[in-house]
């Protein structure tokens, strides 16, 4: 199977595929009760949305789950593009939402003034919708296939990352990456390849990418004093790819390449080759479900506020924390016109953001445990339903009830 046969599930699911998907959660003559029920007797409602790749894999297979058991709600297809787009998309109001693994700030309104961009922070809400993590790949066969990689994986540190972001570390065999990897150090020679190894990152404005550089900026901020952003770093001998599914081929196809993904690309069943990493307590650690929930675990509350980061989860302390985990968001206007479809919104959102109740149906949250992401923990389930009853329509008539 080819690299694009396996990011096919991460992107676009087919109604088959779906089905298969839903029952592998709904419990046997589970009733559609709870948060679902009440959704059932809402009016009917179109929703659009757009955004995240770090969160595709999760609503490809939520909203056609969620349309399908909620007769009176249309849900798009969802749109992608990255968290620039659908920070873009709900601002401007060719969404009902947009998703982005970094809040949306007054700084990215003000950046944009003019063109429908000025809006105050104030107008949008802002809700925690998937939790994961930024996983290290990479694709040299002479690395992945050696008995050592087998034995003890390839350890890189934050340090490392950003002097190969930097254009600092050029080579694998670099004496530095053979120092935090002892055990490819044979009679005082290292056995990593003497072979060029080549960055890849976001080429379009991606919430994946701030991450990623918000982890540099915190472990590291003498080598990488750049603030975070959703700004492409790509260039200067860094190669380009639009989307996560966009890294994972060009990482796939092209040997000697490294680079940032979202975990869940990885889980879905694309088998590239990761590195672990040194994380803040001095561990070596894997990227995967366990320590990104570890990671959340050690700073517990987070909030969309983007004056004080508290938002962010990187670089967590803690022996078994990934140091580049992150949350998503949805974005959605505070005033909903249209309140049919507003309603629909923030119902899909209510259900998108929590678990089930054991005996119903599956919700959001019990697709993203499947879906290589870590469920909300419940301070963050609730913070989603206390940020959704704020949505309210032109009379100022909560949306949620």
Wanted: with cysteine; glycine share 10%.
């Amino acid at each position: 199977m080819s690299i694009s046969q396996k990011l096919s599930r991460g992107l676009v699911l087919s109604g088959a595929a779906l089905a298969v998907s839903a029952a592998l959660v709904i419990p046997a003559g589970a009733s559609t009760n709870g948060i679902l029920s009440h959704d059932l007797s809402s009016g009917a409602g179109t929703v659009t949305s757009a955004g995240s790749t770090f969160d595709a894999p999760l609503l490809n297979v939520a909203e056609p789950a969620y349309a399908s058991r909620n007769s009176h709600a249309t849900i798009a297809a969802y749109g992608g593009g990255g968290s620039g787009a659908g920070e873009t998309a709900v601002v401007t109001g060719t969404a009902e939402l947009g998703f982005s693994d970094v809040p949306l700030r007054q700084i990215d309104l003000a950046a944009k003034a003019g063109n429908g961009w000025d809006q105050n922070i104030g107008d949008f809400v802002q809700v925690p919708v998937a939790l994961g993590g930024v996983a290290i790949v990479f694709n040299d066969t002479a690395i992945s296939q050696s008995i050592y990689y087998k034995k003890s994986g390839l350890v890189l540190t934050s340090a490392i990352l950003a002097k190969i972001y930097k254009g600092q570390i050029t080579k694998w065999n670099d004496p530095a990456i053979c120092t935090v990897n002892p055990v490819w150090v044979v009679k005082h020679s290292c056995k990593l390849p003497n072979a060029s190894l080549t960055a890849v990152a976001r080429s379009d404005s991606s919430g994946t990418t701030f991450a990623f550089t918000n982890f540099l900026n915190n472990a590291q901020p003498t080598l990488w004093s750049t603030q975070p952003s959703k700004v492409s770093i790509a260039g200067n001998g860094i190669l380009g790819a639009a989307g996560n599914g966009g890294v994972a081929q060009t990482i796939g196809s092209e040997s000697g390449t490294i680079g940032y993904l979202e975990y869940s690309y990885i889980a879905l069943g694309n088998h590239l080759s990761m590195a672990k990493l040194v994380n803040q307590a001095g561990k070596v650690v894997k990227c995967n479900t366990t320590t990104v929930a570890a990671a959340a675990a050690h700073k517990g509350a987070v909030a969309p506020d983007n004056q004080t980061w508290k938002f962010s989860i990187v670089n967590q302390g803690g022996a078994n924390s990934w140091p580049i985990s992150t949350y998503s968001w949805a974005i959605i206007k505070k005033h909903q016109s249209n309140a049919a479809n507003g309603t629909v919104a923030v119902k899909f959102l209510d259900w998108l953001s929590h678990t089930a109740p054991k005996g119903a149906a599956a919700y959001g949250q019990d697709y993203a445990a499947q879906e290589g992401y870590v469920a909300l923990p419940a301070n963050v389930q609730a913070l989603a339903r206390t940020n959704l009853l704020q949505v309210v329509n032109g009379s100022n008539q909560r949306l949620l009830n």
